[in-house]
């Protein structure tokens, strides 16, 4: 089913035509967000106090679901973020009276208007800005007989706060969904949180007023384990665990090579859900640098998982090249954990590094230490660009070719467009042109910095400017030139991984 998108639709991904600004000159509700994003005029939201303004975005609304919407002109669906992240004041409770407002209004048109189509309620926004209470608050103001609480982000990793679907009110008393959010665009890997999944489960598994499982994954490449979990989940009528997923999983997949690949499995899971949605080496490496924030807690938590998962390349290194899945999910598998390495061994120079600066290591030795490290870190960097070029999936330009031959591509400017999307803050992740041509040499270059600044005593040296200059050098040349270039050979595969293995400790 298709919900047609109702509200203030001026989200990033939904943003207010100029030529409509140019003529209406719609007023601007206030907006208390840091940083810019929504504060450019085409993202800010109308002023839906005033019922001009909400008559107007009714107005795309009805346009939208007579026009396109699935069941017009009675559609069965209907969507609404209400004010979708923003923040209005620093105040709370204008804040959440502003929210109240937008969602009144809002839905007293959708029932008026569509009276019998169910209306779907984005959690979303109860995330990121709302308390538990709040949504407990609004909760009497909804119609249970159609508007449902549609929560897809159920995995959301608990980040010392309890707000989530088990704390608004929900559970027994008001319609809603359960979910796997399933990673960001930059979270491309294995990373499902099967033991936070597996317990938010039990509250919603028996629960009547539960009305569907959701899985909201945001890429094409991305947690294959996790896939078949949820598919395994939603269809079934009691929990079934992943450690039962995981050996259906590898027996259909695999055939005679199951029991080599779930003991890979298994050793790579506890270092897979280290991250929650989000993130990847390259935030280290092209973004924080090596002047990131380490905290002590973090390490100790990823230590042990990691060293665990660091058994893998060993387990894998001799995998049958010949079978695709194997030789697929091998590559998965070990760029997943060659990412957790990178990421705690920068976060442990980092801790390092700091400590250097306060002038708490003198003794040559040490800081000779942290130098060789930022080698190896750039080292393990090189690797992973290697492993990447084993296989099509992570070429941004063989995703370019796979695009051109379904249609032939039109727009000369395209390429840079696809380099640009996949190499912006958001999207930045596992793709072999970014990982060879960028990250790589800018670790290298933070590397070389350090050892400079040990060398001349300068505690106050800069490491990681610049990334931003090399990502638009890159993005002017031709997507062609960047593309991998090493053999996909069993033989390259195995050198590598082994190679890694002598690297990461």
Known sequence: MVPEDFGTMTHWYSRTPEDFLAKKKPEFIPLANKGANYHVPNSQV??????????????????????????APKPQLLHTIGLGERMCYKDRKKNFDMKILALDKFLAKAHTDYPDAKVLIAGWDFYSTWKSEEVQALLPRLDPTRDIIWDYEGDVTPLGHKNNFTNWGLVGKFPYTFSMFLAYENALDARANYPLIEARQKVAQDDPFCKGYILWPESSHTDTLGLRFFTANAWAAKPVPYSDVLDEFCASRYGANAERM?????????????????????????????????????????????????AVFGMLADAPWEDEFVRRDAIDIARMVLDRVIALRTMELCRDIAAWRKGGMTASVQQQDIVARAEK???????????????????????????????????????????????????????????????????????????????????????????????????????????????????????VLREVEALKD
Not at 439 to 467: C, I, N
């Open 46 to 71: 109308w002023n839906i106090r005033d019922d001009k303004w909400v008559d107007e975005y009714w107005k795309m609304t009805k346009t939208a679901v007579e026009t396109y919407g699935q069941g």
């Open 262 to 310: 779930k003991a890979a499995w298994k050793a790579a899971l506890p270092a897979s859900w280290l991250r929650g949605w989000g993130s990847n080496y390259a935030r280290y490496m092209v973004g924080l640098g090596f002047d990131a924030g380490a905290a002590p807690g973090t390490i100790k938590k990823w230590s042990g998982p990691v060293k665990e998962a660091e």
């Open 377 to 495: 870190i750039a080292a393990l960097c090189d690797k992973m660009a290697d492993l990447l070029a084993l296989h099509t999936d992570y070429s941004i330009w063989e995703s370019y070719q796979r695009l051109d031959a379904v249609e032939k591509i039109q727009n000369p400017e395209f390429s840079k467009t696809l380099f640009e999307n996949a190499s912006c803050p958001y999207c930045r992740s596992h793709q072999y042109e970014l990982a060879r041509h960028w990250y790589t040499p800018h670790v290298r270059k933070m590397a070389e910095r350090l050892a400079k600044a040990v060398a001349a005593g300068d505690r106050k040296a800069a490491f990681s400017d610049g990334a931003e200059e090399e990502r638009l050098a890159l993005k002017a040349k031709p997507l062609e030139s960047l593309k991998p270039t090493l053999p996909r050979t069993a033989e390259n595969f195995r050198k």
